[in-house]
């Protein structure tokens, strides 16, 4: 690092500044210092971004106590005797909280340990060209110079305009997860990948649950046999799911419960709960970076643009994670870094371009998804055959007891590839990643078919899954 003399005062030249420090950023910024880069990483709150401490370690964790409580619930159903099931809350919130810090603490200290890279607390924006001016957390201001800039800054929940809504003690998934006690009625707001695990966790911890959904499907991104069958789960959970609901107001009645109005195609009604959830998608951190001063693109929703290489419009300057949009994952964040790691220090020509791009849905069963959806499959021009079976087919699921929901695999008649599928079922996620391994392989289907696995497992089953295509 040097010090310049700019228009603005003293400037730190760096060899490259990574603003954020997601599950993307921090192996990049720890990779260019080890490369020889004197690299800042620049982060307003929390090390490890919101996968950490926000997302998916904190609720997969919660979801694990609420599986606990399922599983208490049915007992009897196993032969094995238990007493009442009672949740304590508190108990729940130290245990998610655990892992949060053991992983974060974790990150600060592999950062600490690279030499060349320096975590510099605060909240980072554009002052020009090349130019990132951050206002510290413990006072006071910094100007950071670099060639190579890499933005990796996130999303947040996004709160939507509803009448009255900023008048109530609504919950973002956030929020939520500290909580003390379990919600007497809760009412969520959205009905997409968080509200799934959220209304379906706080279900099973003894919440009476009612999702409200614009419309008519839950899951949107999801084939139909599969929303549906997510649906049909959920409401054999207690859940009350209303489709078509438009949220016209909130507000709070004389006993401190929160009243949604809603309007359906039956008309407008209000309904009471104890505690409500927005759950309507999620902001770009993108607005507070003043992407204008140094001429960086976004899109109108704030979504920073990049081509296929994650470049912006400015040479050197880079976008990773939730903040260019797209598929918004941690797993998808992490390859980013791996797309620039091979790019910038390998003089590789890695790309975005055709990757594949897997997904679980941590409800219980999951819902697992890689490739080609059913119906993107069938209006792509293909020769395309389906494989599906429920999943009382399945050996090991029948002896687990979980037999809820079913497979599925779309494949090319003609190459006998493997398209895509959807394995929406106990572990789910294994499955699916069984699948993709045979993708990436450029596998036919025919192998898996043929294919020895362990009896019993749950991959096992995919054997009669790809039999199902027998002529």
Known sequence: ??????????????????????????????????????????????????????????????????????????????????????????????????????????????????????????????????????????????????????????CRPSIPPIAGLDSVPYLTSTSIMELDAVPERLIILGAGYVGVEFGQMFRRFGSEVTMLQRGDKLLAREDDDVAEEVVKILREDGIEIIFGAQTTRVSRNDNGEIIVTIRTAEGERGLRGTHLLVATGRTPNSEALNLSAAGVAADAHGYIT??????????????????KGGPAFTHISYDDYRILRDNLLHGGHASTTGRLVPNVVYMDPQVATVGMRESEARTSGRNVRVAKMPMTWVARALEMDETRGFMKAIVDADSKEILGCAILGVEGGEIMSALELAMMGHLPYTAVKEAIFAHPTLSESLNNLFMSLDD
């Open 1 to 154: 690092m040097t010090d310049e003399r700019g228009a603005n005062g003293a400037v730190e030249r760096f060899d490259a500044i990574v603003v954020g420090s997601g599950q993307g950023a921090n192996p990049l910024a720890k990779a260019l210092a080890g490369a020889g880069r004197h690299t800042a990483l620049i982060e307003s709150t929390h090390v490890g971004g919101t996968c950490i401490n926000e997302g998916c370690s904190p609720t997969k964790t919660m979801v694990a106590s609420a599986r606990v409580v399922y599983l208490a619930r049915r007992g009897a159903d196993y032969g094995v005797r238990t007493g009442p099931v009672s949740i304590d809350m508190r108990k729940v919130r130290a245990r998610k909280q655990a892992i949060v810090d053991d992983f974060r603490s974790s990150g600060e200290r592999g950062i600490a340990a690279t030499e060349g890279l320096e975590l510099v607390r605060g909240a980072a924006s554009f002052s020009g060209p090349k130019q990132i001016t951050v206002a510290l957390n413990a006072g006071g201001t910094r100007t950071l110079v670099a060639d190579l800039i890499v933005l990796n800054t996130g």
């Open 306 to 323: 990049v081509n296929e290489q994650l470049e912006t419009n400015v040479p050197g300057v880079y976008a990773i994670g939730d903040v």
